[in-house]
Structures are given as structure tokens and as C-alpha cells.
């Protein structure tokens, strides 16, 4: 029998304690695949990101820790360094509660957040429209307490806007920071909630560095970023599978009409929550440039290829703006990656 790996951290040796007996070969494997790639003194960022990648993480409730672990590891949250870890969290925490304590003043956010008046100042206005947000991203009492997710993204969220946006927010934003916070509460190991807000906050800041210009809207139209988004697709789907670009511009069907959301929420939005944190895994491997999440849209696009090229304008727009109803997370995934690779990006 192969003996137990010795963990380099106390983190790791949490982890390590898990039972895996019931899990299958197959996802015991990828366990230990991952867990033998983090249990070093300096950790491998590109061979994390292949890993996450291409293999994807392990997805089993049994499993706790390990997906936050990779997913910081991505977004430069945590340091390559195991054994300073607990410091670092710890060390987070203090400067998050620092931030609270400094931006959340009761006359920008507890009068503004409870929706007693209409809002009037900046940062009134921006915890006001967050409220409004918060309670239509946390909608299924199974994955969270709605109360207390909704106040922690309204409190990450304002503060992030108020340090690095001027206090501007703009919808969509709250999706891909509450699948980083769900899955801290959710996949975490026990006492990591304690953490699940200020962790998520970091986690949100990091992934915003590279993904903020799709939300950067100009008074004439989309972020340019989306434009571009939006083109490369197109020579995307002109590249793997012309008779279905062809028929999207036949039936004046834009990519707006269906991208739009997907770009901007990271896929976070459209899928069930396991299959968008296999998604997410995909797009924060890649997420020093977002692009893996253009070759996410046309992999969408060619798994409904059959619908498309059957159906008429409405048809079409109806299918794919409901692609949860059709296409596999993991078929969307493999298809996407498959496409990066093969047109020579590389991390």
C-alpha cells in the first residue's frame, strides 16, 4: 500500500487527514495528482495551471479545501509557499477588517444597504444598487445562508468599488465573486468560513486586475474589450466551424445577443454551481488574460450547432440563451480548451 504523503504545512496536513476510500479510482487519483503538486516547498505555478487546466480539479463533497487551495494559488492570493499560508490568511483577514472598519461608515452603507430611503450620495447610491444586486445572485437557500452571503458581496463588493473603481458598480460584477465565496463556504475545511469573506474579497480584487476592462463602458457603446471579445470569437467560430458562423450572421444573430453575459460573468451565471466551479477552474487557470472565456463562447456555440443551424433567428437566440438546458459542463470545457490549444495560445 502507498503510504500517505507527509504534509510541509499544517494547511496541508488538514487536508491530507480527509478519508478518500469513497471516493472512486478515478477521482482519487486526480486527488492525489493535485494534492502531490501542492505538497512541496515551492509550488510549480505552471504546472498548477495545466493541471487546472486540462485535467480540471476534483469535484467530490469529500473532498474539502482543495479546490480554494488551487483556485488562490491561480489568482496570486496565496503565496507559492506553503508553510506561510496560515500567516498570510490571518494576515488578510487583519487588513480586510482594516478596510471595513475605514469604508463602511453607517452614513454610505447601514442606512443605504437596508433600503430605508432612497439613496443620494455616491457611496449611498453604490451600496443601495449592490443591495438590489446581492439579492438577485443568491437565490437557492440549499448552497448559503441569503442573508449572510448578501451582506458579505455587498460589503466586499463596496469596498472593492470604493478602493479601485470610484465607487462605481456595474451589474454582473457579483456573480463571479459570489462562486469565489460560495466556494470557500462550501469546500472549504472546517474553520475556513471564518475566512470565506475576507479570502473572497482578495480573491475578487486579483481576478478584477485582468477582468475589469469588460466592465469599463464608454458613453458610445460596450467596453472595447467586449468589441474585441466579440471579433475573436467570430474568427473563432470562422476557424473550427464556418457553417455555423455563417449561419449566425445569415440570421443576424450578434454575439452581444448571447455573449455578453457569459464574458462578463465568467460563466458563473448560466450553469448550475458544480458545473460553474468546473468552469471556473478553466477560466482562472488562464485568468493572467481572460481569453480562455472567448474560446468558452464559441464552445458554447458548436455544442448547440445542431439546433442552430436548424432554427430560425428567434430559435436561435431562445437556445442559446438558455445552454445550460443543452450543453454539458464538461463537453463545453474539453471543446474550449481543445480550441486554445490548438490555435497555439500558451500560458
Known sequence: MKAKPVPICEYLSRLLSQDLSSLSAVTRTQVQTVISALNKPELDDAHLRQLAFFQGLPHAPAVKGLRMIVWRLLLGVLSPKPDTWGKEILERKKLYESYKEKELTFESYTDSHVGYHTPSGVREKLFYILSLDATRTFLDP?????????????????????????????????FPFATLYLTLRLDGLPGDEDFAESESFFC???LMKHHKSRFDFIPAGIPLALAEDFATIDGILQRFDPPVRNKLHAENVTYEMFGYSRLVTLFSREYAFPDTQRLFDVVLAECQTCKVARYMVAAEVRCLREQILAGSMIDIV?????????VLAERLKELATEMYKKDGNKF
Not at 458579505?152 to 457579483?174: D, F, L, V
Request: hydrophobic letters at 40%; one cysteine or more.
Open 142 to 174: 440549499a448552497l448559503c445562508d441569503i442573508k449572510t452571503a448578501c451582506d458579505a458581496m455587498i460589503r466586499a463588493i463596496g469596498i472593492y468599488c470604493i478602493m479601485y473603481n470610484g465607487a462605481e458598480y456595474t451589474c454582473g460584477m457579483s
Open 204 to 206: 475578487f480584487v486579483a
Open 318 to 326: 431562445t437556445v442559446l440563451n438558455r445552454p445550460n438546458d443543452h
